[in-house]
Every structure is written in structure tokens, then in C-alpha cells.
């Protein structure tokens, strides 16, 4: 399949990962995504984990939103690399708040997401929230076969 990425014009990038501890893995990516994609509306999907009463407030990676960046603490990307940020607590044991992502996610009629995981995490879950929420091209690595989850 050849994709054509300096003619997308929505794409989603979802970030698995530790934000804290690979923000510059994050940015280098981003960068390199909006040097190909320069006219591209970019929406970046930031899994959080769940966090306890005691931790809210106090964790540096709590909501994140864009395009204000409103907590200039945070360990966030440039913001000129994209242009929103989404933020969804992902504990896969809870299908109504993975459906309600799933219709979120399709409201913004993505044409492609690339999810960005560490060399020995897996893709698939996100790629089938991105295959479920209809974005045609998704793209990510891995070292296992899923199908046709990862298109790209």
C-alpha cells in the first residue's frame, strides 16, 4: 500500500508509553511526522493510567489539552507539532468508556493513526480502537502478525 503523507489532513498519533520519561522519543517522532505531513491537522492521544485520589493533582501527566497547554509544568511536546491533545484512561476492563473513545475518536474523521509504542510493546490494541472508530490507515511496528489491525 502506498500512502501519500503529505496529503493527509487528519491524523491521529497515539503515544504508548511513559510521557515523563520519553518526551524526547515523543518530540523526535512528532517532528518527524510534521516535516512529512505539513499541512496536516495532528491530534495527539495520550493513554493516562489511572490514577489514585492522593495522586490527582500532583502527578505531572495529569489532563492533558490542547491547544492552550495550559500547565506549562507538564513534560509535553512542542506545541507547534500538533495541534490537540487528548487524554483517555485506558484500563481496558471497562467497555462502555472504550466504546465511548471508539465514537469520540470517529467524530474526527481521522484519515490515518500512527501509534508510537517501545520496541517490545504492542500496537494492536490501539490499532483496533483505531480500526473500530473506522480511520482506514493505521499504521504502527511490531514483531508479531495481527491481521489486518496494522494496515500500513
Keep these: 500500500m502506498q500512502i501519500n503523507w ?49 495522586d490527582k493533582g500532583t502527578r505531572k501527566t495529569r489532563e492533558l489539552f490542547s491547544p492552550n497547554f495550559p500547565d506549562s509544568r507538564l513534560p509535553i511536546p512542542d506545541s507547534r507539532l500538533v495541534d490537540r491533545i487528548i487524554t483517555h484512561t485506558t484500563t481496558w476492563q471497562d467497555p ?23 520496541k517490545n510493546e504492542s500496537p494492536y490494541a490501539f490499532a483496533y480502537l483505531a480500526y473500530l472508530a473506522e480511520i482506514p490507515i493505521r499504521m504502527g511496528r511490531s514483531r508479531e502478525f495481527g491481521g489486518s489491525v496494522i494496515s500500513g
Design 6 to 54: 503529505q496529503q493527509m489532513r487528519r491524523l491521529l498519533v497515539i503515544f504508548v508509553g511513559d510521557l515523563e520519561t520519553e518526551v524526547t522519543f515523543l518530540q523526535s517522532e512528532l517532528l518527524k511526522i510534521r516535516e512529512t505531513s505539513t499541512d496536516a491537522e495532528i491530534t495527539l492521544l495520550l493513554p493516562r493510567s489511572q490514577e489514585t485520589e492522593k
Design 96 to 118: 462502555a468508556k472504550e466504546k465511548e473513545l471508539v465514537e469520540n475518536l470517529s467524530q474526527f474523521d481521522f484519515e490515518a493513526a500512527i501509534i508510537l509504542t517501545k
